[in-house]
């Protein structure tokens, strides 16, 4: 069993900086690949960036590819979101996720544990 619990969140102005960290529990982290989503109210949650095992490999999604930086750090059990140059349609909640394989997925039915999420709200 993985236990995921996100921070970082909070409010910031547009055009500002975040980092979101995920702190996961067990023995398996660095095997697995980890993935940021985010929901905002009314709509479905989407993935937002997604990270190897190793950390070799990144993807992200088109509307925050040059804004939003992932990466982890296998020794501290901890996977992190850079966001930079926030935009108001950036608030949601964001959570993370972890899955047994090795790589990297968009999609969110690939993922195994999740966390409860952090807010983020980007006023403008």
């Known amino acids: 069993q993985v236990q995921l619990v996100e921070s970082g969140g909070g409010l910031v102005q547009a055009g500002g900086s975040l980092r979101l960290s995920c702190a996961a529990s067990?023995?398996?982290?660095?095997?697995?690949?980890m993935g940021w989503f985010r929901q905002a109210p009314g709509k479905e949650r989407e993935f937002v960036a997604a990270?190897?095992?190793?950390?070799?490999?990144?993807y992200y999604a088109d509307s925050v590819k040059g804004r939003f930086t992932i990466s982890r750090d296998n020794a501290k059990n901890t996977v992190y979101l850079q966001m930079n140059s926030l935009k108001p349609e950036d608030t949601a909640v964001y959570s993370c996720?972890?899955?047994?394989?090795?790589?990297?997925?968009?999609?969110?039915?690939?993922?195994?544990?999740w966390g409860q999420g952090t807010q983020v709200t980007v006023s403008s």
């Open positions: 996720a972890a899955r047994r394989p090795r790589y990297t997925s968009s999609v969110l039915s690939d993922y195994d544990y």
């Open positions: 067990g023995r398996t982290f660095s095997s697995q690949a």
């Open positions: 990270i190897s095992w190793s950390g070799g490999t990144t």
